[in-house]
C-alpha cells in the first residue's frame, strides 16, 4: 500500500500541499475503516423518553446505561470489541415507542435494548421485540403478569415489592386497616387487585378495613383525598396508606399530608413508585418515617454501592446527584448481559437467551441476583423510611433473595400459569392444570394497552 | 466588691470542668446504655430506650431526640457521636457524650443507629414524658397533645398535680382529658362528661369503645352499662358537630381549588377573554413564574420566604417579558386568524417546554415552603385549614381586586377596553393600538406568573406544569363568560367547590368527567357563559 501513495505523490509535485492533505485524509480513513471492519462495535440501544412526561424519570436511566458502556468500554469492551451506545428518544409517546424499538432493531440493528418505563409502553415495544427477535432489559418495577421470550425483566414483579411491603406492614407494624391509593392506569389498578385478593384471603381482612382510590396522572388536588385518609385512619384501628400513586402527583400528595399533619407514626404512608428521584422534588422534613418498598436504596451501606454512586457523580458531575431503584436494575441488568454474551461468545440473541439464565451478577445490596428461567431476578426486599435529607433508612429487609414471580398466585386467572424459557418447555404461560401453553399474546396486549 | 465578682466568675469557670470530671467517672455508665443502643434488633433498642429514660442521665433527652432525628451514629472507632448535618459526603459531627465538636468525618466511618416508626413512636412518648416537666410552654404543649389517649396507670397519679399545677389553660385541658381517656378505660362513667364535646380523634376512637361496652366489666356498677350509655349519647352530640365541620372544610377546600383555578384563569381572562388571543403557551408563562420561584430560592439560599415574596414582582416580569416576546415575535402578524395563533402559540409552549428540560433538567425542582406557610391552623380538633392554601386563597382575591382596578380605574384599563370593543374607534381617537395590545398582553402573562408563583407552594415544579392547567384554565374562562373578570372569579371558585363536593363520592377521576360534562351542556344552553357581555360590544 506504501508503494502506490508515493507514486501518487510524486504524480502531484505540481500541487504538493494539496495533493499531500488529501492523501492523507483518504489513508486517514482507510486506516480507520479496516480497523471497524476488523472489531465493528457491539450497539447498545437506549430506548427512554428524554422528552414529555416520562422525562422526569427515564433520562437518568439512559445516563446510567451510557456511562455503564463507558465503562465497560474502558475494560476494554466484550468479546474484543468496543461497545457503543445507540440512543432514541420516543418522547414519552407510547406509539412512538413501537417506531423507535423498530429503528433500534432494523435500521441500527443493535445488540440489546435497555428502555421502558411505563407498563403501557412496554406493551407496545413487545411485538416488535418478538418480530424482530430483539432482546429487552425492563428496569422497573411493575405488576406483573407477563413473561416474553424477548424481555428480561430486571425491575420487581409484585413478590418482590408490594406482597412483603404488606407483610412488613402487618407484621411489624400490626396494621388492620389498608387505603390503597394509585394512579389510573394499568400498574396500580392490576398491583391493588392483587393485594386486595391478598389481604382478603391470606390475612382476613374485612371489606369494610379497605378503601381504594384512583386519581388521574398529575394530580395536584389532594385535599379531599387526604382529609378522608385522615378520617379512613381515626377510627381507633391501625390504618397505612399503600400508595401506587406515580411520579409527578406524588409531590402535592406528601405535601398535603405534611400540611395536614399526618404523622407516619399515625398512619404511615408506604410506597412503590417512590424512590430518591422523586423526593429531590420534596422537602422531606415532614414526611420522616414513611415508607417505601424498593430493592435498592441509595442509603445501602455497601462499598459497593458507595462505588456506584461516587462512579455516578463523577459521571453527571452533580454532587447532589441521587440513585435509585431502577438504575440499579439497569447496572443489573447490563453487567448479566455482559456476562452472557461472555458465557455465549457472540451476541447473537438466540445464543444470549439460552445463556443467560442462571447467569449470577453482584448486587449493589452486597448480595447477587441470579436471571431465573422465567427471565425476572432474584432480588432482596427491602423496607425503607424516609429521612430528612432525601434518603430512606433501611428498616427491614428479607433474609435472602426473592425470586420474581411472573404470574401472580393471588389473582385467580394467572394462578395456574407459569413461565420458563429453558428448552423443552420455552413457554411464557403454561398452565400447569391444562398442560398446555397460551403462546404469545403481545400483539393484542399491546393493541388493548395502546387503546386505552 | 470586684473580688466578689471575680471571685463568681472563678466559680462559672471552675464549675463545667468539676460537672467535666464527674461525668467522666460516669462514662462508663453512659457508654453502657449507649452500647445498648447499637444492636440489630429493634425490640431490643426499644428496651435500651426504656433503660435510657429511667437512667435520669442528664443527657438523655439529648440522646433520644439526636436517636429520633438519625443523627445518633457510631463511628468506627466505636464513639458515639452525634451529625450536625447530614448533607454531602462528609458531615461535622459532635461527641455524644461531651458534646465537644469533632470536626467532620466521611459518612463511610459512620454507622446510624437506626430506628423504624415504632421505636420513633416510644421516643416521641418517651421525650413527651420528659417534657411534661419542661419550662418551656412550647414543648409541654406538644408534650400533652402527643399524650391523650397513651397515659397509663403509672402516668395518671403525677398528672394529677401537673394538671392542678399548670398554668396554660391549653395545656391543662388537654392533660386532662388525657386523664379522663385513662379514667374512661378503667370504667370510670364521670370521665364521659369531662370528654363530652371533644372533637379530637382521639376521644371520639376512645367514647366508640366505650359505647360498645368494652370498659363496662371493669365498671363497679355492676350489669349495667352505665359507661356505654353515657359515652353513646356524648357521641351523638359529637358526630353531629362533626358533620358541621366535614361541611366547612369541604367548603374549605373548594375555595381553595376554586382560588387556583382562578389564578391560573385570570391571566387568560385577560389575554383571550379581553384580547381575543388564544394563547395556548399560557400554561407555560405560569411554568416560567414557578421556576422563577426556584431561582430566587437558589439566590438566596436559607430564605425561601423572602425568595418567596421577591418572586411576586420577579416572577410577573419574567412572565411579562416572556409575554411581549411572543406578542411580538408571533401573535402581532397573526392577527385575525385565531386557528393560526392557537397552533403557533402551541408551539411555543412545547419548545417552553423542551427549553427548560434541557437548560435546566428534565427533573422537578425543589421549591422550599418558608415556616409560615407549612401546617395547619387548627380552628378546633376535627377542623384545621392548611396554611399554604390560605394563602393562595388571599393572594388570588389580591390579584383579581388589582386587576379590576386595573381594568376600571386606570388609563390603561380604558384604553384596553376602548381597543377591544371598537380597534379602528379607538385608533382614530388617538390611542396607538399596537402599544395597547403589547401591554395587555405582558399583563396577562404576568398574571399568570403571578399564579406559577403561588402554584410553586402547591404542586411540582417541573416542565410539565403549564400544561396540567391550560385546560382547566379556559374552562373557568369560557364558563364564566369571554372577557368578564368577575365572570371568571364566580365560575373558577364555583367549580372548585363543585369539585371538591363531588369528589368524596365519586372519586377524583368521575368528578372531574362530571365537571366537564356539566360545563359542555351549559354552553350549549347559554354559548356566552355565566355573565355574558351585553350591548353593542359583545357583537364586534
Redesign the interface.
Known amino acids: 500500500m506504501n508503494a502506490p501513495r508515493r507514486k501518487a505523490l510524486s504524480h502531484a509535485a505540481g500541487q504538493p500541499s494539496r495533493w499531500l492533505a488529501a492523501a492523507l485524509v483518504s489513508a486517514g480513513t482507510l486506516g480507520i475503516s479496516a480497523q471497524a471492519l476488523a472489531e465493528d462495535p457491539i450497539k447498545v440501544g437506549i430506548l427512554h423518553s428524554l422528552s414529555g412526561t416520562m422525562a422526569i424519570s427515564e433520562t437518568v436511566l439512559k445516563d446510567t446505561v451510557e456511562m455503564l458502556v463507558e465503562k465497560q468500554n474502558a475494560q476494554g469492551g466484550l468479546l474484543g470489541r468496543q461497545l457503543e451506545a445507540v440512543v432514541v428518544d420516543p418522547a414519552s409517546n407510547w406509539p412512538l415507542f413501537a417506531e423507535r424499538a423498530r429503528e433500534l432493531l432494523a435500521q441500527h440493528e443493535v445488540d440489546v435494548v435497555f428502555g421502558n418505563w411505563t407498563s403501557v409502553s412496554r406493551k407496545a415495544v413487545l411485538p416488535v421485540f418478538e418480530e424482530l427477535n430483539g432482546l429487552l432489559f425492563y428496569p422497573v418495577q411493575y405488576e406483573g403478569e407477563e413473561s416474553s421470550e424477548n424481555v428480561f425483566y430486571t425491575g420487581a414483579a409484585p413478590n418482590q415489592q408490594a406482597i412483603p411491603a404488606v407483610d412488613y406492614l402487618i407484621d411489624e407494624m400490626g396494621i388492620e386497616r389498608f387505603a390503597l391509593l394509585g394512579t389510573d392506569y394499568v400498574y396500580p389498578r392490576t398491583t391493588n387487585r392483587i393485594l386486595e385478593a391478598y389481604l382478603k384471603e391470606e390475612h382476613g381482612v374485612a371489606d369494610e378495613d379497605i378503601l381504594i382510590n384512583y386519581t388521574p396522572f398529575g394530580h395536584s388536588d389532594w385535599q379531599n383525598i387526604v382529609a378522608e385518609v385522615r378520617r379512613f385512619g381515626s377510627e381507633g384501628k391501625p390504618t397505612a396508606v399503600v400508595s401506587t400513586i406515580n411520579g409527578d402527583a406524588n409531590v402535592p400528595f406528601y405535601r398535603e399530608l405534611g400540611n395536614q399533619g399526618v404523622d407516619a407514626g399515625d398512619i404511615p404512608v408506604i410506597a412503590f413508585s417512590v424512590g430518591e428521584q422523586e423526593l429531590t422534588g420534596i422537602d422531606t422534613g415532614p414526611l420522616v418515617g414513611h415508607l417505601a418498598a424498593w430493592n435498592y436504596f441509595m442509603s445501602v451501606d455497601t462499598d459497593v454501592n458507595y462505588d456506584f454512586i461516587d462512579a455516578w457523580i463523577d459521571w453527571t458531575g452533580d454532587e447532589e446527584a441521587v440513585t435509585n431503584d431502577p438504575m440499579e436494575a439497569h447496572y443489573i441488568g447490563f453487567n448479566m448481559w455482559a456476562e452472557a454474551v461472555r458465557k455465549a461468545g457472540t451476541t447473537d440473541p438466540d445464543a444470549i437467551k439460552d445463556a443467560i439464565i442462571g447467569v449470577t451478577v453482584p448486587n449493589l445490596t452486597g448480595g447477587y441476583a441470579a436471571m431465573m428461567p422465567n427471565h425476572h431476578i432474584t432480588k432482596p426486599v427491602l423496607i425503607g423510611e424516609i429521612q430528612d435529607n432525601g434518603q430512606f433508612e433501611i428498616v427491614w429487609q428479607t433474609p435472602s433473595t426473592v425470586a420474581g414471580d411472573a404470574w401472580s398466585d393471588y389473582l385467580p386467572g394467572s394462578r395456574d400459569l407459569i413461565a420458563d424459557w429453558r428448552a423443552p418447555m420455552r413457554c411464557g404461560n403454561f398452565n400447569v392444570s391444562t398442560g398446555r401453553c397460551g403462546g404469545s399474546t403481545a400483539a393484542e396486549e399491546a393493541e388493548a394497552a395502546l387503546a386505552e | 466588691m470586684r473580688s466578689l465578682l471575680f471571685l463568681w466568675l472563678l466559680v462559672l469557670l471552675v464549675m463545667p470542668l468539676t460537672v467535666h470530671a464527674q461525668t467522666s467517672a460516669n462514662d462508663e455508665a453512659a457508654i453502657e446504655l449507649l452500647e445498648a443502643l447499637d444492636v440489630d434488633s ?1 425490640p431490643a433498642k426499644g428496651e435500651a430506650i426504656e433503660a435510657i429514660v429511667a437512667s435520669d442521665h442528664e443527657r438523655a433527652r439529648y440522646w433520644l431526640q439526636s436517636l429520633l ?2 443523627r445518633l451514629q457510631r463511628a468506627d472507632d466505636g464513639r458515639f457521636v452525634v451529625v450536625l448535618d ?3 459526603r462528609d458531615w461535622p459531627v459532635e461527641d455524644a457524650l461531651t458534646g465537644e465538636a469533632l470536626g467532620e468525618m466521611s459518612r ?1 466511618d459512620l ?2 443507629i ?5 421505636l ?2 416510644q421516643l ?1 412518648s418517651a421525650i413527651a414524658v420528659v417534657d411534661l416537666y419542661s419550662p418551656d410552654l412550647e414543648l409541654r404543649r406538644a408534650s400533652a397533645e402527643r399524650l391523650l389517649g397513651e397515659v397509663d396507670a403509672e402516668l395518671a397519679e403525677p398528672l394529677e398535680a401537673l394538671i392542678a399545677e399548670e398554668g396554660d389553660r391549653r395545656v391543662s385541658r388537654r392533660l386532662a382529658q388525657a386523664l379522663a381517656i385513662h379514667r374512661l378505660e378503667q370504667g370510670e362513667v364521670e370521665a364521659v362528661a369531662e370528654l363530652q364535646g371533644s372533637l379530637h ?2 376521644v ?2 376512645a367514647l ?2 366505650a359505647a360498645s361496652g368494652a370498659f363496662d366489666s371493669r365498671a363497679v356498677t355492676g350489669d349495667d352499662p352505665v359507661v356505654a350509655d353515657a359515652a353513646q349519647a356524648a357521641l351523638v352530640s359529637i358526630e353531629q358537630n362533626l358533620r358541621l365541620n366535614r361541611m366547612a ?2 367548603l374549605y ?1 373548594g375555595l ?2 376554586g382560588s ?1 383555578l382562578v389564578l391560573a384563569a385570570i391571566g387568560l381572562a385577560i389575554t383571550f377573554g379581553v384580547m381575543g388571543v388564544i394563547n395556548m403557551a399560557h400554561g407555560e408563562l405560569i411554568m416560567l413564574g414557578a421556576y422563577t420561584t426556584w431561582m430566587m430560592q437558589q439566590l438566596l439560599p436559607g430564605q425561601p420566604g423572602l425568595a418567596l415574596v421577591l418572586s411576586v414582582p420577579a416572577g410577573f416580569l419574567v412572565a411579562a417579558l416572556a409575554g411581549i416576546a411572543i406578542e411580538r415575535g408571533v401573535i402581532q402578524f397573526l392577527k385575525g386568524r385565531p386557528l393560526e395563533t392557537l397552533l403557533a402559540t402551541f408551539g411555543i409552549s412545547l419548545i417552553l417546554q ?1 427549553l427548560v ?1 434541557t437548560v435546566i433538567s ?5 421549591v ?2 418558608p415556616e409560615w406557610m ?3 391552623i387548627a380552628i378546633n380538633d376535627a377542623l ?1 385549614l ?4 390560605m394563602v393562595v386563597i388571599a393572594f388570588a382575591l389580591a390579584v383579581f381586586a388589582a386587576l379590576l382596578l386595573i381594568m376600571r380605574r386606570t388609563r390603561l384599563g380604558l384604553e384596553v377596553r376602548a381597543v377591544t370593543q371598537n380597534r379602528a374607534m379607538a385608533r382614530s381617537m388617538g390611542i396607538r393600538a399596537t402599544r395597547v395590545d403589547i401591554l395587555t398582553f405582558a399583563l396577562g402573562s404576568g398574571v399568570a406568573g403571578l399564579a406559577g408563583v403561588a402554584l410553586s407552594q ?7 406544569l403549564g400544561q ?1 392547567y391550560i385546560i382547566d384554565s379556559f374552562m373557568v374562562v369560557v364558563f364564566g363568560g369571554v372577557g368578564n373578570l368577575w365572570g371568571t372569579l364566580v365560575a373558577g371558585l364555583s367549580l372548585g367547590v363543585i ?2 363536593i363531588l ?2 363520592w365519586a ?3 368521575l368528578a ?1 368527567i362530571i365537571v366537564l360534562v356539566f360545563i359542555i351542556l351549559f354552553i350549549q344552553k347559554r354559548p356566552r357563559g355565566l355573565f355574558p357581555q351585553k350591548g353593542r360590544a359583545a357583537e364586534g
Not at chain 2, 402547591?458 to 410539565?464: A, D, F, H, I, S
Open positions: 429493634f432525628d438519625g447530614n448533607t454531602g463511610r454507622d446510624r437506626s430506628i423504624n416508626n415504632a420513633r413512636n416521641r380523634p382521639r371520639r376512637v366508640a369503645r372544610e369541604t377546600f381553595s381549588l387556583v423542551q428540560r428534565p427533573q422537578n425542582r425543589t422550599v415552603s407549612s401546617g395547619s384545621s392548611t396554611l399554604n392554601r402547591l404542586t411540582n415544579v417541573g416542565p410539565n396540567s369539585n371538591q369528589e368524596p372519586g377524583a377521576v372531574k
